[in-house]
């Protein structure tokens, strides 16, 4: 059985940091890409990271240089170091796996976490 649980969300102020990760079960682990979205209340799900086992990673333009995603395979587990967050970081943060297409679109991941809460104040 496919199984994707985040953790690490939390309240922090901005300027501040915190490393969500994303434990994933083997069988969808190790296929094309992993990533992380976000959506914000009232908003659509955005992409903000992706690794894919073939290539490099990619960011969205709105985190560039302050988040960095990385991967543990000993752990199965999908990290994203968050720095300096803002106000406008807040949001529910999503790992994705199991990518097709273009693997940048939501509807491009076929198995999907419940979410962690990511709440900055300013």
């Known amino acids: 059985q496919v199984q994707v649980a985040e953790s690490g969300g939390g309240s922090v102020q901005s300027g501040g940091s915190l490393t969500l990760s994303c434990v994933a079960s083997?069988?969808?682990?190790?296929?094309?890409?992993m990533a992380w979205f976000r959506q914000a209340r009232g908003g659509e799900r955005e992409m903000v990271a992706r690794?894919?086992?073939?290539?490099?990673?990619r960011y969205a333009d709105f985190v560039k240089g302050r988040f960095t995603i990385s991967r543990s395979n000993a752990k199965n587990t999908l990290y994203l170091q968050m720095n300096d967050l803002k106000y406008e970081d807040t949001a529910m943060y999503y790992c994705?796996?199991?990518?097709?297409?273009?693997?940048?679109?939501?509807?491009?991941?076929?198995?999907w976490g419940q979410g962690t809460q990511v709440t900055v104040s300013s």
């Open positions: 994705a796996t199991d990518s097709d297409g273009q693997a940048w679109y939501p509807a491009d991941y076929k198995n």
């Open positions: 083997e069988d969808t682990y190790y296929k094309n890409c």
């Open positions: 690794s894919c086992s073939l290539s490099s990673q």
